[in-house]
């Protein structure tokens, strides 16, 4: 049994709706036609609702990280977004009420390396499901294989890209084999373009189960060696790596 993660008391502003929703789908959506400031690079405006399990974290107003909710209480998000200050504010979509809620960091989580970046946050009272309000799917297990196209989102806009899964031995060998844990894994090209970056920090990436066609959460974005250039791929935490604990966690509460 892991021992007691470190805990913050922080406050959450979230938006609702009440139709019951199951994990890892999302209603067809139209076109967005509003094109606001993006934050993925290379990536296109995401319409509202295609990604409805997406959590704008917030810092007295202005964006801090992402997230993704897992479960109606619970969201997961990095643990590096949550490594300076000990209070804040955070939000889903549209404020509608205020609610606290706690943080807690994987025990092992290590700021100079990344390595377990990974946090969850627990809702006092749950969030009210709907086509708009769904959480994703945790990962069944089963490792997608390399090349396996992913979506990757962040904020400021929602905006989304698709990406590739690369080996570690690629992700070793750009990035160098001393940066790489086994809880991290890196996905994207490596031409450049298309990436997450700044402000993404603790957004979804996920992949398409070809059997259920829900959405599965591979990835929580970490870090990388700038955004989107040459060579350098995105690094995300492998949440296949964290099942057990996050499971844990939920069903404790």
């Known amino acids: 049994m892991l021992e007691d993660p470190f805990l913050f008391i922080m406050v959450l502003n979230f938006s609702v709706l009440c139709v019951v929703a199951v994990c890892g789908q999302r209603v067809s959506v139209g076109r967005n036609l509003t094109q606001p400031r993006s934050r993925i690079v290379g990536g296109s405006p995401a319409p509202p609702g295609s990604w409805p399990w997406l959590v704008n974290l917030q810092l007295d107003g202005a964006l801090m990280c992402g997230g993704v909710l897992v479960d109606s209480s619970w969201v997961l998000t990095a643990a590096h977004c949550f490594a300076g200050p000990s209070s804040t504010s955070l939000n889903i979509t549209c404020i509608v009420s205020i609610i606290p809620f706690k943080i807690e960091l994987y025990q092992n989580f290590n700021l100079n390396t990344f390595n377990n970046d990974i946090a969850l946050v627990e809702l006092t009272s749950p969030v009210v499901l709907s ?108 949440v296949t790596a964290f099942t057990d604990w996050i499971l844990s966690e939920i069903q404790s509460k």
Request: glycine residues 18%; hydrophobic residues 30%.
């Open 131 to 238: 086509d708009q309000v769904t959480p994703v799917c945790l990962p069944s297990g089963i490792e997608p294989p390399t090349g396996t196209p992913c979506l990757v989102a962040g904020w400021g806009i929602s905006d989304s890209a698709k990406v590739p899964l690369l080996s570690q031995g690629t992700c070793k060998s750009a990035l160098g084999k001393e940066l790489l844990t086994n809880t991290m894994f890196c996905a994207g090209y490596l031409s450049g373009g298309i990436d997450s970056c700044q402000g993404d920090s603790g957004g979804p990436l996920i992949f398409q189960d070809r059997i259920t066609g829900r959405f599965q959460l591979y990835g929580i974005t970490s870090w990388g060696d700038g955004c989107g250039e040459k060579g350098k791929p995105g690094v995300y935490t492998r």
